[in-house]
Nanobody, 126 residues
Framework: QVQLVESGGGLVQAGGSLTLSCAIS????????MSWFRQAPGKERAFVGA????????YYIDSVKGRFTVSRDKAKNLVLLQMTNLEPEDTARYYC???????????????????WGQGTQVTVSS
């Protein structure tokens, strides 16, 4: 079992920055991918980015490339989502998720994940 707890959300003006944290407890595996999803009101939960827990390789959706960075601190069992140049369209509840390694197509689908945190709200004002 893996437990995930997100923190760091808040209200920020457009152009501002926030860093979200995902604290991991329980069994962690080098074979896992750790991902960030977001869900805006009335919309489906959508993939944002992911990092391979072992090798550190990352993936992002096009709309956040160059603005968001996913990283991990293996010693502290943390996954971070650094968000810069935030836009009102980034407003959503952000979730951390974990699953075994798989193809990017699988990683991008929320229904394919085994473990989820409770989410943290990010609101970007214009």
């Amino acid at each position: 079992q893996v437990q995930l707890v997100e923190s760091g959300g808040g209200l920020v003006q457009a152009g501002g920055s926030l860093t979200l944290s995902c604290a991991i407890s329980g069994r962690t595996h080098d074979s896992y991918h750790m991902s960030w999803f977001r869900q805006a009101p009335g919309k489906e939960r959508a993939f944002v980015g992911a990092i391979a827990w072992s090798g550190g390789g990352t993936y992002y959706i096009d709309s956040v490339k160059g603005r968001f960075t996913v990283s991990r601190d293996k010693a502290k069992n943390l996954v971070l989502l650094q968000m810069t140049n935030l836009e009102p369209e980034d407003t959503a509840r952000y979730y951390c998720a974990a699953r075994e390694h798989h193809t990017l197509v699988v990683l991008q689908t929320a229904g394919n994940y085994d473990y989820w945190g409770q989410g943290t709200q990010v609101t970007v004002s214009s």
